[in-house]
């Protein structure tokens, strides 16, 4: 039986450990002991005495074992809860240390690759910097100078790179290949030949230089006759063009042809074009911005001749006015790039670019006034030769880029 809290009770045993043991699996330690004593207890059938231990206690908070059982299961399940969410915790406190610990390496790291990027990659090696140099020093454009050394970074290693002249080598290799060279175009006659271009590019000097050297040409091979050619102009605008290409055309025992308009080059061509084997057609030179004048002109060519057309351009003009100079003559369809006053520039490096960018070849280099001799068919070996700066392998390059 168990007692009302805080009431004495008593219990018998035959001493004061069998007593405890009891009362502690009554009521674990929620009791105390108040007082002991001795009785004395007849045996079952009343024979003899026995002495006992009388032990009175009070209850201080009274549960049963079973109540006791569901306490401790309590407890013990809110120390397991208490557990899990210290070990979630210290789990998170360890991820977020590893985590800082990582990115202090990742951090570190950063800075070792920044590090070798500065002192030891080739982003900034000194022989990729003389590179830019040299391209910057021959007016090549910013996005051909970026091309060569992108191409430079993927080609070499470290170690490659520190031998200057191999690097060179291949960069001239690299700058003639992104040059190309018109070839001559196979006509039936009459091969028809267009100059246009800016004013005061040479365009009348370039067309009396290429007639010139067609005679040349044929006179050299004794099989040949002498061409039959046409000069015609349409250059209404300048002082004095038509005299000059007259005085030229007087050398060559030719007439110079006026045309102002497309009836009167159709005209012009349809008498000729059973009699000769060239025509070649002079024309004004506008600014490139002048679209009004380069409209008309555009329409005055217009006849259909099947003609090969040619821009031509001075060596020395700058890169944003050569840019703009391409583009606003594309309306003409030119196929090819006539470059004059080579003689007149030092870096070159404008041209290739502005040619590589937009695709052009480029078909003849002239490099003086002397008509016939200061004209010739453009090749590679001559553009990389005037390159500035650069130590050029005239051997190599002409093994590698010369006619064969």
Known sequence: MFGEKGTVQKIEGKDLAECRDKLNKMYGINYEIVNTGNDFKRSLFGFRERAVVVVYYIVRNQFTMEEQAKKREDENAQFERNRQELLLKNQNIMMKSELEKLSEKIDSMTDIISSVNVHGS????????RIEELLAQNEFTHSYIKMICEKVRSTFSLEQLEDFNLVERYVVDWIGETIQVAKEPIRRPPHVFIIVGPTGVGKTTTIAKISANKILDAKKNKNANDPEFCIITTDTMRVGAEEQLNKFAQVLGKNVLKAE????????????KNHVD?????????????????????????????SDVYLAVCASTKVSDL?????????FAYE??????????????????VLWEKHKAISFITDGQHVPRNIKKANKVDILKNLSGFN???????????EK
Do not use: C, W
């Open 261 to 272: 308009t497309a009836e009167h080059i159709k005209t012009i061509y349809e008498e000729y």
């Open 122 to 129: 080739s982003e900034n090696h000194p022989t990729i910097e």
């Open 278 to 306: 060239y025509m070649f057609i002079d024309t004004s030179g506008y600014s490139p911005n002048d679209s009004t004048h380069i409209s008309e002109m555009k329409n005055v060519l217009s006849v259909d001749m099947n």
């Open 336 to 353: 090819s790039v006539i470059v004059t006053k080579f003689d007149e520039t030092t870096q070159i490096g404008n041209i290739i670019s």
């Open 323 to 331: 840019q703009n100079i391409f583009r606003n003559y594309e309306p």
């Open 392 to 402: 050029i392998d005239r051997i190599h390059i002409e093994d590698k880029f010369g």
